[in-house]
T-cell receptor
């Protein structure tokens, strides 16, 4: 049963702390997306990778957010320093370049106090 | 700039009724229009999708109607069931350059009551 996995599922931290969220895309998928979901803004695309190379991170606040793919089985999203306004659910999704469907993980619910 | 506008924000439908969710887009370069379904505590999952060269697509109780000239598309859920209660997102993909980025509407929370 292939699925996208994300860790941690829940994270509570204090303002100013570093937060790292991890995603394991479905094996064989070559595109990875990071989204942020809030009640006010809905689903926002933060960053997008193909074949581990970042293609678009224009949705990400560059001063505090960074996204990487150290290898094909791991994508990371890091926030340093975190702020209360970063509180949201962060989703990772993966897909195939030749297909349209994006498969979402279960999300990481981040609360910054 | 919100490129995909979705309405209503929330919807309550009686079991067996028809649920209708509408979306409007601005960019005529969008070439793929999926609907995603999200249950509480889960990630969104693809429900049904359409391309602009067809006006309607049906899969079981779910139908997308697409009006290219009006730049609108809608999701119809026939014989709505309590298990359909979820948040539904329309989305649109920008054509070209191998881009697979989706722009999502803000979602519609559907509640189907017995």
């Amino acid at each position: 049963d292939a699925r996208v996995t994300q860790t941690p599922r829940h994270k509570v931290t204090e303002m100013g702390q570093e937060v790292t969220m991890r995603c394991q895309p479905i094996l064989g998928h070559n595109t990875v997306f990071w989204y942020r979901q809030t009640m006010m803004q809905g689903l926002e695309l933060l960053a997008y990778f193909r074949n581990r190379a970042p293609l678009d991170d224009s949705g990400m606040p560059k001063d505090r957010f960074s996204a990487e793919m150290p290898d094909a089985t791991l994508a990371t999203l890091k926030i340093q320093p975190s702020e209360p306004r970063d509180s949201a659910v962060y989703f990772c999704a993966s897909g195939l370049r030749t297909d349209n469907e994006q498969f979402f993980g279960p999300g990481t619910r981040l609360t910054v106090l | 700039q919100q490129q995909v506008k979705q309405s209503p924000q929330s919807l309550i439908v009686q079991k067996g009724g028809i649920s209708i969710i509408n979306c409007a887009y601005e960019n005529t370069a969008f070439d793929y229009f999926p609907w995603y379904q999200q249950f509480p505590g889960k990630g969104p999952a693809l429900l049904i999708a359409i391309r602009p060269d067809v006006s309607e697509k049906k899969e079981g109780r779910f139908t997308i109607s697409f009006n290219k000239s009006a730049k609108q598309f809608s999701l119809h859920i026939m014989d709505s069931q309590p298990g359909d209660s979820a948040t539904y997102f329309c989305a649109a993909r920008l054509e070209g350059a191998g881009s697979y980025q989706l722009t999502f509407g803000k979602g519609t929370k559907l509640s189907v009551i017995p």
